[in-house]
T-cell receptor, first 114, second 112 residues
Framework: DTGVSQNPRHKITKRGQNVTFRCDPISEHNRLYWYRQTLGQGPEFLTYFQNEAQLEKSRLLSDRFSAERPKGSFSTLEIQRTEQGDSAMYLC????????????FGSGTQLSVL | DQQVKQNSPSLSVQEGRISILNCDYTNSMFDYFLWYKKYPAEGPTFLISISSIKDKNEDGRFTVFLNKSAKHLSLHIVPSQPGDSAVYFCAASARGNEKLTFGTGTRLTIIP
């Protein structure tokens, strides 16, 4: 297992377009998290899944954002009608439930909305 | 509402000396604290953690100290090496709600 994988690494899009990111967690990890990081800030929690169930969503996650984790494996994060304020690095992390010290992050997807 | 604060955006330390990075938190429900290291264009990498039942945890050159009464923790790196140059994030979580709340980070530069 090579760790948490995120694709694409970079995405440039025009305002108003839809984008989708993919995260492949470590195979035995049942928890999957999405975070967003903007310049000069720490990562901010967006949402997390335990297996295929989405257990919590942040207030940051507007109705333009949707995340799925079908079959409890990979996850996708979709942003509809992108805005310039959506420009950020989107980070995925995975862990086993209860193993707080074992949260492992992917390298992120850098989104630029023009 | 910044529940985890790192008040020093940057820190420069001479190679071989001690680096001390500080972090304060406001949420008394936090019971687990972590430090992550981040290089540009990469995701954060776990460095060291501490549970609220302890006041110190050591791993090689890295030691984390927790002062619960002051709601303060610090990361000590000794001796500092050039490869330690990175952004360091403090993070916290509460039992039963294991999402991490991060600070804004401190950019550490080790001067050769």
């Amino acid at each position: 297992d090579t760790g948490v994988s995120q694709n694409p690494r970079h995405k440039i899009t025009k305002r108003g377009q839809n984008v989708t990111f993919r995260c492949d967690p470590i195979s035995e990890h049942n928890r999957l998290y999405w975070y967003r990081q903007t310049l000069g800030q720490g990562p901010e929690f967006l949402t997390y899944f335990q297996n295929e169930a989405q257990l919590e969503k942040s207030r940051l996650l507007s109705d333009r954002f949707s995340a799925e984790r079908p079959k409890g494996s990979f996850s996708t994060l979709e942003i509809q009608r992108t805005e310039q304020g959506d420009s950020a690095m989107y980070l995925c992390a995975s862990s086993l439930a209860g193993a707080r010290e074992k949260l492992l992050f992917g390298s992120g997807t850098q989104l630029s909305v023009l | 509402d910044q529940q985890v604060k790192q008040n020093s955006p940057s820190l420069s330390v001479q190679e071989g000396r001690i680096s001390i990075l500080n972090c304060d938190y406001t949420n008394s429900m936090f019971d687990y604290f972590l430090w992550y290291k981040k290089y540009p264009a990469e995701g954060p990498t776990f460095l060291i953690s501490i549970s609220s039942i302890k006041d110190k945890n050591e791993d090689g050159r890295f030691t984390v100290f927790l002062n619960k009464s002051a709601k303060h923790l610090s990361l000590h790196i000794v001796p500092s090496q050039p490869g330690d140059s990175a952004v360091y994030f403090c993070a916290a979580s509460a039992r039963g709600n294991e999402k991490l709340t991060f600070g804004t980070g401190t950019r550490l530069t080790i001067i050769p």
